[in-house]
C-alpha cells in the first residue's frame, strides 16, 4: 500500500465564482485517488489566499469545516501568484511526500493529476504540465506567450516550453527549492534549475471556469521581466556587443572618410563629425552595457542559490 502524501496547492485571489466547482472537481479526483490507495487519506488540496477581497477566504473556511481534505492558507495581503504559490509550497513541503500547483480557475486540468503521479511513482522529481494547445486563449495571450518563451530562452532563462506553474514535485525538489535565497519569484526559472529526473505530460488549457483573468498585462511584463533579469545578462551582453559594433563600424567609416580625404576627393566634414559621434554614441553604450554585466552578476550573486544540487552518491 502506498502511502503518499498529495499537497495541491493552489493560489486564489478573488475566486469566489470559480472556488465551490473547482473544490468539487478536486474533491471527486482526491476521494478516487485515496480509495484507489494510489495517496495517502492525510493528502490534501490547500488553498492559499492571497489578500482577496472578495469571499475567497471565507469559502476556504466553509470547505476547511466541511472536510478536512481541504485546508487553507491566508497571505497577510496581495504579494502576487508567484510569491503565494511559494508560500503554499513551502508550507506543503513539510507535510507531503509531493505536491502539485495548479491554478484555481480550472485552466489546469485536474483530470491530469493521475498521470502526473505516475510519473513520480515512475521516479520522477518534477513533472510539467505542458499545454497541448491555446485554442482556448484568445489570439493575443496565445501570440505574446509564445513570443515570451521564445525571448525567454533567447535570452539565457531556460523555461520549459508552454508549461506554466502547473506540476509536480517531490518533497526533495521542494526542498531544494526552498535552498534558492532569491526574494523576486520566477518560479518556473528556479525549478529547471533543479534538475533530477524529470516528465513532462502534455494537458488541454481550458478556458478559465467563471470571472476574469487576475494577471493583467502589467503584472504579465513584470512576470516577464523578472523571467529575464533574474536568471541572465544575456542582455547587457547584447549592449556590450551592440556598442562596440557600432564604435567599430563607425571607425571604419571615419577611416574610410579620412581615407578618402588625403586622396584629395572632396569630403563634407559634417560626414567625419559624425562618424565621430557614432564612434562616442558606440563607446558609450558598450561601458554602459560593461556596467550592466558587473551590475547583473552581483545581483546572481547576492541571490545565494545553490552552486550544486546532489542527485546521488555511489560509494561503500
Ligand atoms: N493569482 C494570485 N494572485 C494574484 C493574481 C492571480 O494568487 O495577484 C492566482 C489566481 O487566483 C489563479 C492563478 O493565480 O489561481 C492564475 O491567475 P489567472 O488565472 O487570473 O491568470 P491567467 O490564467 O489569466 O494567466
Ligand atoms: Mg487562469
Given at each position: 500500500m502506498r502511502s503518499d502524501v498529495l499537497y495541491i496547492v493552489i493560489p486564489c485571489y478573488n475566486e469566489e465564482q470559480v472556488l465551490p466547482e473547482t473544490s468539487s472537481r478536486l474533491e471527486h479526483i482526491m476521494e478516487e485517488l485515496i480509495s484507489k490507495e494510489r495517496?495517502?487519506?492525510?493528502?490534501r488540496v490547500l488553498l492559499c489566499d492571497d489578500g482577496s477581497k472578495d469571499r475567497t477566504w471565507e469559502i476556504i473556511e466553509e470547505l476547511h469545516a466541511k472536510n478536512e481534505l481541504f485546508s487553507g492558507v491566508k497571505a497577510s495581503r496581495n504579494r502576487g501568484h508567484q510569491n503565494v504559490l511559494y508560500m503554499g509550497l513551502m508550507v506543503a513541503k513539510d507535510r507531503c511526500d509531493m505536491a502539485i500547483s495548479m491554478d484555481a480557475?480550472?485552466?489546469?486540468?485536474?483530470?491530469?493529476i493521475s498521470e502526473f503521479i505516475s510519473k513520480y511513482e515512475e521516479g520522477c522529481e518534477i513533472v510539467y504540465g505542458v499545454?497541448?494547445?491555446?485554442?482556448?486563449?484568445t489570439s493575443f495571450k496565445r501570440n505574446t506567450a509564445h513570443a515570451f518563451y521564445r525571448i525567454m530562452n533567447d535570452l539565457g532563462t531556460e523555461v520549459v516550453y508552454d508549461h506554466a506553474d502547473f506540476r509536480l514535485m517531490s518533497k526533495r525538489a521542494l526542498e531544494e527549492l526552498s535552498?534558492?535565497?532569491?526574494?523576486?519569484?520566477f518560479l518556473r526559472g528556479m525549478v529547471t534549475m533543479i534538475g533530477f529526473k524529470t516528465a513532462v505530460v502534455k494537458y488541454e488549457r481550458h478556458e478559465r471556469?467563471?470571472?476574469?483573468?487576475?494577471?493583467?498585462l502589467s503584472k504579465m511584463m513584470s512576470l516577464a521581466i523578472e523571467g529575464v533579469t533574474s536568471f541572465s545578462v544575456k542582455p547587457m551582453r547584447i549592449v556590450l556587443f551592440g556598442g562596440v559594433g557600432l564604435a567599430g563600424f563607425a571607425f571604419l567609416a571615419f577611416l574610410a572618410l579620412i581615407i578618402v580625404g588625403l586622396c584629395g576627393y572632396w569630403v563634407d566634414a559634417a560626414w567625419i563629425c559624425t562618424s565621430l559621434l557614432f564612434i562616442l554614441g558606440g563607446a558609450i553604450i558598450a561601458c554602459l552595457g560593461l556596467v550592466g554585466l558587473y551590475a547583473g552578476s552581483t545581483l546572481l550573486e547576492v541571490k545565494h542559490r545553490p552552486r550544486y544540487i546532489i542527485d546521488r552518491i555511489l560509494e561503500s
Open positions: 495517496i495517502s487519506s492525510k493528502s480557475d480550472l485552466q489546469d486540468d485536474p483530470e491530469v499545454r497541448s494547445e491555446r485554442t482556448t486563449d535552498k534558492f535565497e532569491e526574494v523576486n519569484l471556469y467563471a470571472g476574469e483573468s487576475k494577471y493583467s
